[in-house]
């Protein structure tokens, strides 16, 4: 009882802005916590290796290790008529200013083992960069994608930076953006996507007063753009839809008419999984209660569509994740 009482103190004074804060303390605090135990730990050591040991159990408890990258898999029947899969790379929220390069370096790497068909970014390449320098190892790292066909669209934090140049670096890569395009992928498949709806005059998602967040006018114009475009897709067919913030997806503010005879699936990333949760915190009520999606990270099937929302590669801020393992995503369509 007192357990669960403090839990509720506690998350309640968590709300949407503080979860930034909480998150960044959060993983100092962890960090501090594990070396310490690390430093115990390693007191049996030799004195030789003492520091080895000491540097080796903080990395390995702080989960920051080539073996937290994962490779989500998912079997997508669309009815397709193929005699092979068509296989399909999700990679998403990479923020590679803020997360040791190495992770992006055996992403690209478990990628290429996939051998895909296609690969598609959902967004956030870096994170808040006001400098962007378009010849450093991300960019290169990204060249290295051994695919053809590999396809875009803007996040959130691209828009912190100079998007143009981001979008011209990745042409120059042959990384196709597909904002409001339609590519045709297989049959009666279909690839298209829109960028993160920005206002340039305010950055932020997030409403900074009480008023609802269907009420905002950001969510309002991203709601109309969202609902308008779906609506002039063509019907009896089946989609593949690139959109980076899910819960605008989710939250269903829009006319669901717009999905009529037509088979959707969304592909998200944004809430890193949470980045940060705590061991008694359950991570799809973070995901309600500060993402604004039913889940924090996977597969949701909705009445007339299917949104999946990545856990993604990178980390925003510091470079620490805590039961939110990051992830490429890799969909057999068929």
Same mark, same amino acid.
């Given at each position: ?6 839990? /509720?103190?506690?998350?309640? *004074? ?11 303390? $959060?993983? =100092? ?7 310490? =135990?690390? $430093? ?9 290796? !003492? ?7 903080? +990395? ?50 478990? +990628? ?58 990745? #042409? ?10 339609? +590519? ?21 998602? !997030?409403?900074?007063? /009480? ?28 989609? #593949?839809? *690139? ?77 620490? !994740? *805590?039961?939110? !393992?990051?992830?490429? $995503? ?5």
């Amino acid at each position: 009882m007192i357990y669960g009482l403090v839990e /509720n103190l506690i998350f309640r *004074l968590i709300t949407e802005e503080m979860f930034p804060c909480v998150t960044i303390a $959060c993983g =100092i605090g962890a960090f501090i916590l594990f070396l310490l =135990i690390g $430093c115990l730990i390693s007191q049996i050591c030799p004195k030789k290796t !003492r520091f080895f040991f000491t540097c080796l159990i903080c +990395v390995i408890l702080s989960g920051i290790t080539i073996k937290e990258l994962t490779i989500e898999k998912i079997n997508i029947n669309y009815d397709l008529g193929i005699e092979k899969s068509l296989k399909i790379v999700q990679l998403s929220d990479f923020h590679s200013n803020t997360t040791f390069p190495i992770l992006t370096d055996i992403a690209i790497k478990m +990628v290429n083992d996939e051998n895909p068909d296609i690969v598609l970014l959902t967004g956030d390449y870096k994170t808040d960069c006001d400098h962007l320098d378009l010849n450093d190892s991300f960019f290169e790292t990204i060249s290295q994608i051994k695919c053809e066909k590999k396809y875009f669209i803007y996040g959130n934090h691209d828009f912190y930076q100079n998007e143009a140049k981001i979008k011209e670096k990745f #042409i120059d890569l042959n990384i196709i953006p597909v904002h409001k395009k339609l +590519v045709k992928l297989e049959k009666d498949l279909y690839l298209t996507g829109i960028d993160y709806p920005i206002d340039k005059n305010k950055p932020k998602f !997030r409403t900074q007063d /009480n008023t609802p967040l269907e009420e905002s006018p950001w969510m309002i114009s991203a709601y109309s753009d969202l609902g308008h475009y779906l609506g002039t897709l063509p019907k009896d067919k089946k989609y #593949i839809f *690139l959109y980076h913030t899910p819960h605008v997806v989710t939250t269903e503010f829009y006319d669901t008419k717009v999905f009529d005879g037509k088979k959707i699936l969304f592909l998200s990333g944004h809430t890193h999984g949470g980045q940060i949760i705590p061991p008694f915190k359950d991570p799809d009520q973070v995901g309600k209660d500060v993402f604004y999606v039913d889940k924090i990270a996977g597969m949701i099937h909705k009445d007339k569509y299917d949104i999946f929302i990545s856990k993604g590669i990178g980390t925003a801020y510091i470079p620490f !994740r *805590l039961n939110a !393992r990051p992830e490429i $995503c890799v969909f057999n369509v068929k």
